[in-house]
């Protein structure tokens, strides 16, 4: 049964989740972000048997030179685990740091994010939850002139007018805000999780921008199974539904999981799955949960404008993870958890 100060917490951060409405926020764009949930959603920290540490590296669009990378890791904590609520936390804290670069770092934006979130118990076992978060996120954005060129700078007797170089000026820092919402049951043979997560995209306009900026609400909304079959295999389903200010689509797809170790109860297995982006690429996976670590490869392959051309986009994404503890549950070992 849920106690009366419980609703009080929900209730509490519903309203949180309404004021962020006034922020500014952005997430990373991933193939394997059901292995990085945190990234997305701010309810999902420090909820997992032991504290973590994410990493991912995503270079897009290779093919067509260099104009795309992503670099991001995450840690996050449990907040007041002790005897006296049998180590089972309601509170979570997470740090997340992603950098984006364009053009090999001609353009770069920086983010550092942190977390916060609390969970309430849907039943005697705490085997399911719902968990609300918030996070703030500061942001700067780099741009090296050194490395551009234009043409006016070659113009001979220029006594008045700046060259398109200098009226270049300086991107503002600016902080961010996110609210998420998730759901979460665990079993010794299945993991389910879903949620969403909203934001507010603000793209900065400046003395050289004419138009009308683009500003909109954002939405993502994520849905994690894993059942365990036919003796220690075990399928998972991953779906996410995003609205970006850039695009709209879905993604879906699925893996199967082989056992490679069965000792102790330490189910690592071996992914290999596939998965689609709606009216943009075919996405192979392939995984590896090994006692605390799990690895992760993507390569999309693209069915868009763009091929229809002579570009050739590549998009390669690796992804590490690891615990920060040795606690073991009995409950499903996912790769999702």
């Not at 759901?183 to 507010?200: C, E, K, L, N, R």
């Not at 006692?291 to 069915?303: A, W």
Request: a positive charge.
């Amino acid at each position: 049964m849920i106690k009366h100060k419980e609703y009080i917490k929900i209730w509490g951060f519903i309203i949180s989740l309404f004021i962020t409405g006034i922020g500014y926020g952005q997430t990373p764009y991933m193939s394997q972000s059901f292995v990085a949930t945190n990234f997305f959603n701010p309810a999902a920290v420090g909820f997992g048997d032991n504290n973590q540490f994410q990493s991912f590296y995503r270079n897009q669009f290779s093919g067509v030179g260099d104009p795309f990378r992503t670099v991001g890791v995450g840690v996050d904590f449990a907040l007041f685990k002790n005897e006296d609520n049998d180590y089972f936390n309601n509170f979570g804290l997470g740090l997340q740091g992603v950098s984006d670069q364009v053009l090999n770092g001609i353009l770069q934006k920086n983010e550092i994010t942190l977390s916060l979130a609390n969970r309430v118990f849907l039943n005697r076992d705490r085997t399911s939850y719902l968990a609300l978060g918030i996070s703030s996120t500061f942001i700067t954005r780099n741009l090296d002139r050194s490395a551009l060129t234009f043409g006016d700078q070659y113009n001979s007797g220029r006594l008045f007018n700046s060259s398109s170089l200098e009226t270049i000026g300086d991107y503002p820092a600016k902080f961010s805000t996110n609210g998420g919402l998730l759901y979460s049951f665990v079993s010794p043979d299945m993991f389910i999780q879903a949620g969403g997560s909203t934001y507010y995209i603000n793209r900065s306009s400046s003395t050289q921008t004419y138009g009308n900026v683009n500003q909109s609400f954002q939405f993502i909304s994520t849905l994690n199974i894993e059942r365990q079959i036919l003796d220690k295999n075990t399928f998972f389903v991953h779906a996410n539904y995003q609205n970006r200010l850039e695009a709209e689509f879905f993604y879906v797809g699925g893996a199967w999981g082989l056992p490679i170790q069965t000792y102790n109860d330490n189910n690592n297995r071996f992914y290999i799955g596939c998965f689609y982006r709606s009216q943009d690429a075919l996405v192979p996976y392939l995984g590896l949960l090994y006692n605390k670590y799990k690895i992760g490869m993507t390569y999309d392959i693209y069915n868009n404008k763009m091929t229809q051309s002579n570009l050739r986009p590549q998009t390669l994404e690796f992804t590490l993870s690891t615990y920060l503890g040795r606690n073991i549950s009995k409950n499903l070992k996912s790769i999702f958890n």
